[in-house]
């Protein structure tokens, strides 16, 4: 004997990878009695290929002595249209022949009803089990958008029951024409996210463009026109046209500039450095002259705080910029050199004359300042000489040595 059974649908969503450009949706009635009413899933569609189409599978489940089936389904025509429908071999499986009874396609108002049944008294022909009922074809209309495809009616019927029985449910699926944004970062940086999207069409995607260390971003082009130098880019998606986004990054040089001022040299004076590289800028008075400062950035480093500026013993000194990431500017200023100026107050006097004898009887000068930069002969010390040549200044200038 056959019974009545009510049937409950399930969906699913499939991609049907073998068929490029083509997609699935499986509608699945199963006598579980589960009601599975507002479950949702999501076709999303390449809206740009005018050739694309996805197939809705009606199947039925662990079914006994059945005899035919009634269904309807409405969606936005605007969005999607039925194309075709192809009947299943499921009710001609033990070699009955079914029958159409109603095929109506309707892409104005958006409706599709169809049926199919057969008539027989012999209930061990009534097909059992599992099988494909039917596949409709959706052409994706190319203005895009999102359509439900819902479920309207679902009857089911057996050998025994009245004709149809209804399947009091409904199942809503989405079609979502998307668009794909494709991010092609060159050599020094990234595009986040990496890695092709797609995007329902009516959404904004926004990428951000960062540059690796030491590099900067050079150009951003979207779709092979240049947008200059940005660090993010939305695509509107008010368009179904797929979308290509590249950047280039180049290595970040720096500028130093330097410049002295009368009395001396330094060089180099301009000079590009690649980001991450040292520079060695050299401090050369001239013949008579002291360096006096040394400024980078207006910071002055000839004050011994910065191990980085080298005094040498021709009073010409280095300065090193290490790991440069920045522009720099660097000013040197030279003074005269004083012959006997000794504790570096810029003058000659019985002050030096004595500092000299305390440091020559071993007398502790400790915290005092003494410099050769006084030094007479050109020996490169500080002696007896230094104070002869002070005391015969200070009488010189006091009247009672004749110069």
Partial sequence: MGRALSFFGALLFILLCSMPQSHALSLKLVPDGTDPSGVTDTCLIDSENTDDFFNLNIRIEDVQDMTGFDFKLTYDSSVVTAESVVFGDFLESDGLTAEISHKEIDNVS????????????????????????????????????????????????DIN????????????????????????????????????????????????????????????????????????????????????ISASFGIRTFQISASEGE???????????????????????????????VLVNGKSVADGSDSDFALNNDRSATYTLENIRANYTITASFKVRVPGDVNKDDSADLQDAILILQVLSGTDTSGLTISTDGDVDGDGRIGMAEVVYILRKVAASSGEVST
């Fill in 110 to 157: 958006g409706a599709l009803d169809i049926g199919i049944c057969y008539y027989s008294s012999d209930a061990s022909l009534a097909p059992d089990g599992d099988g494909l009922l039917a596949t409709i074809r959706f052409a994706l209309e190319k203005q895009g958008g999102v359509s439900d495809i819902t479920l309207a009616k679902a009857e089911i019927g």
């Fill in 161 to 244: 029951s009245p004709p149809f029985l209804p399947v009091d449910i409904i199942i809503n699926a989405k079609v979502t024409p998307v668009y794909t944004v494709t991010p092609s970062p060159g050599t020094g940086g990234t595009i986040r996210p990496s890695g092709s999207a797609t995007v329902a069409i009516g959404q904004p995607y926004t990428v951000r463009i960062a540059p690796d260390d030491c590099y900067e971003i050079r150009d951003v082009i979207v779709d092979g026109v240049s947008q200059g130098i940005l660090s993010r880019y939305t695509f509107p998606g008010d368009d179904s046209d797929d979308h290509q």
């Fill in 263 to 293: 009395g001396g040299t330094i060089s180099p004076t301009e000079v590009s450095v690649t980001c991450g590289e040292d520079q060695t800028i050299s401090v050369r008075p001239e013949n008579g002259y002291l360096i006096q400062n």
